[in-house]
């Protein structure tokens, strides 16, 4: 899959995206991240990618043609099924459900914006899809571009040692994880649980479920209801 980020900080995207598991990745090959520079399509002679807006409001307004002319330079180099996003609290909430859903795309175009928001023709004329990271301020769609990529990068072959990885965690199943532990056995007094050191490998997995429906309901009780509507009973595997 390949993810072309469109920002005025592709600096800062570009060393994200070549760090630890995603940069691992882009090297053998399994992941292709573009980071592309908005103003080097401005027309404007002093560079220029905001402005005021129009009936007045405080901060600038990213205008339309460094950013439409960047969308559609990007896009015509595209082969196969392409989706245009624009991350902005106006969006719909990334789940791990939406990011399953775009992993069938060939490539995906994301367009950060900064400052006050972007000129609402942008979105009229090219963007496809608007995204959020969730119900908080940031000062931009940087950072949730970086969960995004990060988010649908690591269910792509090859970018995870182990594809179970993924398909059997927190959140695919819709509930949290089991504690985890590893060495030494006792730490300051507290020991690892003892199923976990002698009991069998099937006594371990019962133990592993039992634990990820017993904190889900506890720490996520919305979650849990999501899971097991109106007391539905879990079924033991
Ligand atoms: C924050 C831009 C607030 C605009 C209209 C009239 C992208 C984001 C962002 C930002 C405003 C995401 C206004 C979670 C986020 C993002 C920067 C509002 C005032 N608009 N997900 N007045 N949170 N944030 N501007 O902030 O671009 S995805």
């Known amino acids: 899959m390949r993810f072309d980020v469109l920002t005025l900080f592709p600096e800062m995207m570009e060393s994200i995206f070549s760090a630890s598991i995603l940069g691992r990745a882009r090297t053998a090959g399994f992941l292709d991240v573009h980071c592309v520079d908005i103003r080097d399509f401005t027309k404007d002679k002093h560079r ?18 460094p950013a439409v002319d960047c969308i559609r330079h ?81 269910m792509q072959d090859g970018v995870l040692a182990n594809r179970e990885c993924y398909e059997k965690e927190s959140l695919s199943d819709g509930l949290l994880e089991h504690p985890q532990y590893t060495k030494p056995r006792v730490f300051e007094g507290l020991e690892v649980p003892e199923v976990l050191v002698n009991g069998n490998h099937a006594l371990q997995e019962k133990w592993r479920r039992e634990q990820a429906l017993e904190r889900t309901k506890r720490k996520r009780p919305d979650l849990y209801e999501k899971a097991f509507p109106e007391g539905d009973t879990p079924t033991q595997k």
């Open 48 to 65: 220029k990618v905001d402005d005021t807006p129009y009936g007045g409001g405080y901060g600038m307004v990213m205008t339309c043609q």
């Open 74 to 154: 990007v896009k015509a180099q595209a082969e196969g099924t392409t989706r245009v996003i624009y991350l902005s609290p106006q969006g719909k909430v990334l789940t791990q459900q939406k990011a399953k859903e775009l992993c069938s795309y060939d490539r995906l175009i994301l367009l950060c914006g900064h400052y006050e928001g972007i000129d609402e023709r942008i979105i009229e004329l090219e963007v496809d899809e608007e995204i959020s990271a969730g119900d908080y301020v940031l000062t931009g769609g940087e950072l949730p571009a970086a969960i995004l990529v990060d988010c649908v990068a690591r």
